[in-house]
T-cell receptor, first 113, second 119 residues
Framework: AQKVTQAQTEISVVEKEDVTLDCVYETRDTTYYLFWYKQPPSGELVFLIR??????QNEISGRYSWNFQKSTSSFNFTITASQVVDSAVYFCALRDAGGKLIFGQGTELSVKP | GAVVSQHPSWVICKSGTSVKIECRSLDFQATTMFWYRQFPKQSLMLMAT?????????EQGVEKDKFLINHASLTLSTLTVTSAHPEDSSFYIC???????????????FGPGTRLTVL
């Protein structure tokens, strides 16, 4: 069965702190895609990153970085020097062979000034 | 990234009425679109897959006759909530995959969502 688990329901940090959002997935597919989306209070989901199962290179984009480890079925997301504008709900998702996105429960990040 | 729009962004209606929500891919064509539902403080749940030129595919537990989906063109899918009731109040979000292959490897881009309140 396909499943995505985001064990952290809520995280609260103070501005400029680093924060890591955890994502663990389950799949029997050998080829799959993983995603992270950001959902600010406005509700719109913003695409952040896509990673395929054959590419385990970590990626950095500005203050964002992602650590993909197939050995532990994890795809964690780190925000460096967090800002108030980073406050949002973050979803990790797995795309199965049928094309459907399976979302984790989401992690609500609150960055306080 | 690709742009997906939804209309209306919010709607309030009386119980028993029908509500139509539009989802458009603005700068690309999408033979497939997806409709999700999200309750407060919860994750997104896939309701159905909208297919251009054929019938929609519904997820288990979703009533086909209540949530009518029409994929009229390569850039437009509509979701009609028929005979809406208060329990249908939710945040409805559509998405469309956009990429090189037009297949399952594409990235899904989401619309801004429609907040439905049924009184």
């Amino acid at each position: 069965a396909q499943k995505v688990t985001q064990a952290q329901t809520e995280i609260s940090v103070v501005e400029k702190e680093d924060v890591t959002l955890d994502c663990v997935y389950e799949t029997r597919d050998t080829t799959y895609y993983l995603f992270w989306y950001k959902q600010p209070p406005s509700g719109e989901l913003v695409f952040l990153i896509r990673r395929n199962s054959f590419d385990e290179q970590n990626e950095i984009s500005g203050r964002y970085s992602w650590n993909f480890q197939k050995s532990t079925s994890s795809f964690n997301f780190t925000i460096t020097a967090s800002q108030v504008v980073d406050s949002a709900v973050y979803f990790c998702a797995l795309r199965d062979a049928g094309g459907k996105l399976i979302f984790g429960q989401g992690t609500e990040l609150s960055v306080k000034p | 990234g690709a742009v997906v729009s939804q209309h209306p962004s919010w709607v309030i209606c009386k119980s028993g009425t029908s509500v139509k929500i539009e989802c458009r891919s603005l700068d690309f064509q999408a033979t497939t679109m997806f409709w999700y539902r999200q309750f407060p403080k919860q994750s997104l749940m896939l309701m159905a897959t909208s297919n251009e030129g054929s019938k929609a595919t519904y997820e288990q537990g979703v009533e086909k006759d209540k949530f009518l989906i029409n994929h009229a063109s390569l850039t437009l899918s509509t979701l009609t909530v028929t005979s809406a009731h208060p329990e249908d109040s939710s945040f409805y979000i559509c998405s469309a995959p956009q990429g090189l292959a037009g297949g399952w490897t594409d990235t899904q881009y989401f619309g801004p969502g429609t907040r439905l309140t049924v009184l």
